[in-house]
């Protein structure tokens, strides 16, 4: 663990964006800050709390070094950093899901534009690559669910009882839209990391999605989840021994090298799992071509990481496979109270460049 002078620092700081209402916070109960346990050199932080745009807000890279939230994200004990979100709070503007989630920022710029190929990566595939910041990248993160929403308004929906815990997203990009023949730049996501249990189970499921590369509005642009540990989202059956339980340990690493993705899967009472994938085709990651994919994958996209706890009980009530109608009253402290919110402690979150896989 790092030893850095952040209490000091937390105190004396009012452009760290240590407030909160108004009033900076106190030195965190654990006395121990999450930037003396991850490097969060290259990482901004979005929380279920309202910002100045009515949005949910953002910490950047620079202030997030010396920033907690006592509730939503900080530093325990155990060193470990606590990522929280209630099902009902503010959300970014594309999404009706709260998070307590880093995104990548490649440039370290504090006032960077998220959008800049400086903070992003892209595949080799991509005629562009080598204005972007790197080509492919690494993350690797060891983390325990503690909690995922008990109740749901819609349980028989796939993201009902779920939290994502790791992703790649590509960047939604007007450019890209509109002044190419291909079908890029919605914003799609070439990977989620998934936890979920049903509230009547003694274990969860750790499955990961790969969501087809089109355009928002086309009725293929869906997610293919592949198992990890117990099933899928879709399958209320009981995992049991083969799944993973609320507070247990485990490790994943998403490795992009050139053109293709390594997945690999750890904890101690299971299996190690492996997956890989050409994001630069339509062959998924059982070796089947997908006619109904983008052919060309996502070779024109950028791309960047999210760690974090993405809660995926909406609480919005729709049609739809995402609205999840999931019930919350604001109120942090009653939310928590009635299991109304996701929570995710991690040990470790690092980046790195891609690594070429041993053979």
Known sequence: MKHLPHLKYLLTSISASLL??????????????PADIIDLSYWKITLPLEGSSGKAREVNVGRIDAFY?????????????????????????????????????????????????????????????KNFA?????????????????????????????????????????????????????GNEPIKIYYKKWPNHTTGSVFWTYEKNLPKRDPNRTDVAYPVWGNSWENPAEPGEQGIALGEEFSYIINVHDNI?????????????????????NIGANGKVDALDNPSGYQKDWFYFKAGAYNQCSSKD???????????TGDWA??????????????????SASEAPTK
């Open 261 to 281: 993705m390594f997945l690999t899967f750890t904890t101690k009472n299971q299996p190690e799992v492996k997956y890989e994938i050409d994001l630069s085709n």
């Open 69 to 129: 939230h006592p509730d939503f994200f900080y530093a325990n004990a155990e060193n470990g950093v606590v990522f929280a979100a209630p099902n009902k709070a503010a959300t970014t503007g594309g999404s009706t899901n709260t998070r307590s989630e880093f995104r990548q920022m490649m440039s370290g710029d504090s006032g960077g534009d998220p959008k800049s190929k400086r903070n992003n990566f892209a595949l080799a595939a991509n005629p562009n690559a």
């Open 134 to 186: 790197d080509i492919g990248g690494k993350l690797e993160a060891t983390l325990k669910v503690d909690a995922v929403s008990v109740h749901a308004g819609y349980p028989n929906k796939p993201p009902a009882y779920s939290v994502v815990v790791g992703q790649i997203h590509a960047g939604k990009d007007d450019n890209l839209l509109y002044n190419t023949d291909d079908a890029f730049g919605w």
């Open 318 to 328: 729709a049609p739809g496979i995402w609205y999840t109608n999931c019930p919350g």
């Open 20 to 33: 909160l209402s108004g009033c900076a916070l106190p030195p965190p109960a654990s006395g121990v800050l």
């Open 334 to 351: 009653i939310d928590k109270v009635n299991g109304d919110y996701a929570q995710a402690t991690f040990s470790k979150i690092v980046l």
